[in-house]
């Protein structure tokens, strides 16, 4: 079910035109009923592992009152290194696809998570911005959600504010300093929410939205979980920050290039230039093999 490049389009260029103007994007019912067969059964299998547990850990985050009766889960960490379901949906199925017609080319994938949001007072998500959690070099990373089961008002459906990925930046930040993840009511009670777009649909619905756009979810205050499973991608010439927020924390799969190869080109205050190969996962050599043509490669040096 993997989508090849000479695939059909998702996306018509009214699509295109919409996600540069408003920053996201709802297409109803794009993933189909075999796709969703097989995610549902990749997260029922974390729900009955999360019997198991008492508290949260690092691959499972269960609300304060989950028992092993009653499971409550508020989130799967990077489903995509824990499960081949995920893996390849994400890396090789419609999400991949989609984020690569939506960025004009090879991809960047970032991380992913599913994010339940469990029945009866499943928790909000304050009014936020996604790029301040993990700053790339540009603004091009999107999240692309797709519910897995129908999402209607009552569910804590996505809200998200067009055309805020063109505005302000907030400071997430807490009045005392501390990293508090969501705008302050000051920098809310300036947005339009009347304008905000709730993201309902049918189980397979997607929704797409930009690093920068405004967006946030009320409680669940349904008897239906609300499971919607997210990934970030951006464009191939993009790179995460180091040392700030989740930025290589990601997972392994973090930094897979999607769709091509990593052509390491990247634009500093207006200035191009092309670098090193990644040598994350295998070490950089030095400076003297390279010169000499040992492998080509090098750690700089003087």
Partial sequence: ?????????????????????????????????????ELRAAADRFVEASRELTESNKVLDVEPDHTPDRPRLRR???????????????????PAKLAQELLGGPVRFHHSKLNFKWADGGAEVDWHQDIQFW??????????????????????????LPGSHLGPLYDLYRPDGSWG?????????????????????????????????VHGSEPNTSARPRPLLLQTYSAVTSYPVLGIGANGVTGPSGGTIIGGPAPQHLEIDGRSMRGAPDWFRR?????????????????GGA
């Fill in 1 to 37: 079910m993997a989508l090849t490049a000479d695939a059909p389009a998702l996306l018509r260029p009214e699509d295109h035109e919409r996600y540069r103007a408003d920053g996201y994007l709802l297409l109803p019912s794009l993933v189909d009923d075999r796709w969703l067969a």
């Fill in 76 to 94: 799967l960490v990077s489903p995509v290194d824990h499960d081949e379901t995920f893996r390849r949906f994400t890396i090789e199925g419609p």
């Fill in 135 to 160: 700053p790339h070099t540009d603004f091009s990373p999107l999240t692309i959600g797709v519910y897995l089961d129908d999402v209607d008002d009552e569910m804590g459906p996505m809200g998200v």
């Fill in 181 to 213: 993840g969501s705008m302050d009511d000051a920098d809310v009670a300036g947005l339009d929410l009347d304008r905000v777009s709730w993201l309902v649909g049918p189980a397979g619905s997607v929704t797409v939205h930009n690093c920068c756009a």
């Fill in 283 to 299: 070490g950089a050599p030095t400076i003297f093999g390279s010169q000499q043509d040992d492998d080509g490669e090098g750690d």
